[in-house]
Every structure is written in structure tokens, then in C-alpha cells.
Nanobody, 126 residues
Framework: QVQLVESGGGSVQAGGSLQLSCAAS????????MAWYRQAPGKERELVSS???????TYAESVKGRFTIFQDNANKTLYLHITNLKTEAPALYYC????????????????????WGQGTQVTVSS
């Protein structure tokens, strides 16, 4: 079974930086790879960034130029480096793995195919 555990969240001043980690156990054999999502109270969970099995990355328009996703394959750890944090409501950041191959669906389009961590909270203050 795949198990994901996030860490690295905290309270940071606006404009500051933070790095989140996601430790994975089990095997993830999917061309869709892994991703980071975030969810604020009362809002939908949104895809922030993903990294495919071949290393290709995607970013939400709102975080381009500020967030960087990368992974340590040897240690099976996913990272999200965040810079220039903006003032916003506290949000939980989740890592996720899409277990279905890209050949049979659009990556991260099927909730049933996703495995989630429990989240790590990020709070930004003025």
C-alpha cells in the first residue's frame, strides 16, 4: 500500500519562504507521479503542482515563479519549495499520488485514483 506523510508546515510572515516534505512508502508505479494540493476552509481542494514519472512538472498559474516541486527518488520524498508567500487564509497542503497511468486518464482528474497524505498546515501572517 502507498502511504504519504507530509511535514514542514508552519506559520510564516508574508513574503517569507517555506519547504514542505512528503515521505512516501510503498511503490508508486504511475506515469502521473505525485502532486501537491492545498485547501483552505470553505474552499475546494486545488491542485498546486505535480511532477510526472518522467520528471515533467506542472504549476497552477497562481504559483508560477514562486513554488518549485522536486523529489528525491532514492529517499522517496517529495518536496515543495515555496517563496514569496502571500497573505491568505490558513490552508492545508496535501501531497497525493495518482496511481492510474496517464494512458487511461488525464492525470489528477479522477479522485478515486488518488492516495492522500493527512496534510500539513501553512499559515501566513502580515
Amino acid at each position: 500500500q502507498v502511504q504519504l506523510v507530509e511535514s514542514g508546515g508552519g506559520s510564516v510572515q508574508a513574503g517569507g519562504s517555506l519547504q514542505l516534505s512528503c515521505a512516501a512508502s510503498g511503490y508508486i508505479f504511475s506515469s502521473c507521479g505525485m502532486a501537491w494540493y492545498r485547501q483552505a476552509p470553505g474552499k475546494e481542494r486545488e491542485l498546486v503542482s505535480s511532477i510526472r514519472g518522467d520528471g515533467t512538472t506542472t504549476y497552477a498559474e497562481s504559483v508560477k515563479g514562486r513554488f518549485t516541486i522536486f523529489q528525491d527518488n532514492a529517499n522517496k520524498t517529495l518536496y515543495l519549495h515555496i517563496t514569496n508567500l502571500k497573505t491568505e487564509a490558513p490552508a492545508l497542503y496535501y501531497c497525493a499520488a495518482d496511481l492510474l497511468p496517464e494512458a487511461v486518464h488525464r492525470c489528477y482528474s479522477d479522485p478515486a485514483a488518488l492516495v492522500w497524505g493527512q496534510g500539513t498546515q501553512v499559515t501566513v501572517s502580515s
